[in-house]
């Protein structure tokens, strides 16, 4: 046990060199997490369903081509027979993906998403798929079908969303690797209140095909993992153009992993954001953001203000955009194609009236109350207000960004403005969960990429916070390079990684994993 | 802008094909005014000369080869379908019998 310990709270990067090295196997890695899972998912619940015997097949496979040595062996992917959870928005064959809907209860995909594509040609085994609030609409997953998931740090407290599992299921050492989706920031801001790291890939650097689409024009998977070069490294695996997404760009990849190993911030300017701090943020979220800054400073950074006075509407323009693009998405399901059909109970047998029952008895009211506002926003004599006035906002933010990206190379903020809050406390209150992804959407309305990374833990409650940074679209790797450099100087001053200050989830818990499910839901 | 009633979610939910109880619009109309209140101000952010941005990184033109690419079997297609008949679809009635 003390063995497979050790082997949970290795990096992606520190797994990798073991297996290239023989050290250990890829067996010997996938069983430890799937172990893990078994001894503390019950308590945390980041996953919907585990991939045991899929997982080990492709690490025996790994593990076979690397005893037999020559080419093959040559060929490996760095990251082949490290294992990774995948977010079940995704789709892949051979395992059910949900969304987190009732909706889709048990269904399977006839196809895998490219990422995933990405992940079985590179030999990572898929531990299993990760729970999120319900088709992504939420920043606490509370809103999945299948129960909520809890944060390792207080188990009573939210773990962010929607990509609340794949964040907890990382911080938990329940996986290395996750992959997340960002609408408004479900990769950053799960990071932030779980003590990880995440990223959201410029809007087409990694491509969306298969990912269950909330709304197309701002959704982007990208990496979830405990520090910033295994980010870069896993961004590197499923990131670069996919002819099956006509959104995806053309560009080549940069080269992250080298700016995450070379991260240097001298001469560098760093702009802190006018608008995304102080007011409305906690006191220990603004504490550990000001440490961050004096850090870079001291490492030659030069920081500087930028003022992105359109951000003030950023939320309210996402909350039409997003719910008028999620509405139409959502449209699919109409109980005819995949999913659920729920018959009504008396009158005719239509179409119409079947689709009116199947919906409301698959979807959560998260997901009506979006798919409700969306149709609002998108009908006659108001989509010029609504709609139409969001769309210009959203130019308005990319102005502030270009503006402010000719007084800095990256900007810098808080993820969120408070540590992870306790299960329920904003389940009644819409508006008030809204305001969670008050710093991450912008980055999302203007398509530039962000990084989420554990920036300390709050004074007031010893939890965890995220800091941002921020980068011009398709300049990914400056966000390696910061990203990388704080993260040594964090790490130095708190004598190791922040995770290492999370209870250990097993003290207490011989009942726990007794009971824990190691299959799905 | 209005403020959205009761009356609204009705109508909307008619249109968004899903089924909604008395309780349901109650409770819905009251969280919606909240959220379509919050988000008014955006109507008053950018003058007539701004222009609408619907994607964030537009790519024009993207096409690929005209030659047929990967298909699904009728099999896969119908793998997560609840109901099908003979290879396809199986569609509950289109039009109420009267």
Redesign the interface.
Known sequence: MTENNELIRLSAAALAEKLAAREITAVEVTQAYLDRIAAVDGKVHAFLHVNADEALAVAAEVDAIRAAGGAAAEELHVLAGVPIAVKDLIVTIGQPTTAGSKILEGWHSPYDATVVERLRAAKMPILGKTNLDEFAMGSSTEHSAYGPTHNPWDLDRIPGGSGGGSAAAVAAFEAPLALGTDTGGSIRQPGAVTGTVGVKPTYGGVSRYGAIAMASSLDQIGPVSRTVLDSALLHQVIGGHDPRDSTSLPDPLEDLVAAARTGNVEGMKIGIIKELHGEGYQAGVENRFNESLELLKGAGAEIVEVSCPNFKYALGAYYLIMPSEASSNLAKFDGVRYGLRVLPEQGPLTIERVMGATRAAGFGDEVKRRIILGTYALSAGYYDAYYGSAQKVRTLIQRDFDAAFEKADVLISPTAPTTAFKLGEKLNDPLAMYLNDVATIPANMAGVPGLSLPGGLADEDGLPVGIQLLAPARQDARLYRVGAVLESLLEAQWGGPLLDKAPSLTATSAAAAASSHGGSH | ?AA?NRD??AH?????????SAE?LDR?AG??A???D??????E??GDD????????P?TN?F?EDVVGHT?TAE??L?????AYEGR?K???????D
């Open positions: 802008m959205i609204d979610v909307l939910a008619q249109l968004a094909h899903i089924e909604m349901e819905m969280e919606l909240v959220i379509v919050s988000v008014k101000s955006v109507s952010a950018a701004v222009p609408a941005t619907s994607h964030p990184i790519l993207v690929r699904f896969q297609s793998s997560g379908a609840p109901d679809f569609v509950p009635a289109i039009l109420d019998e």
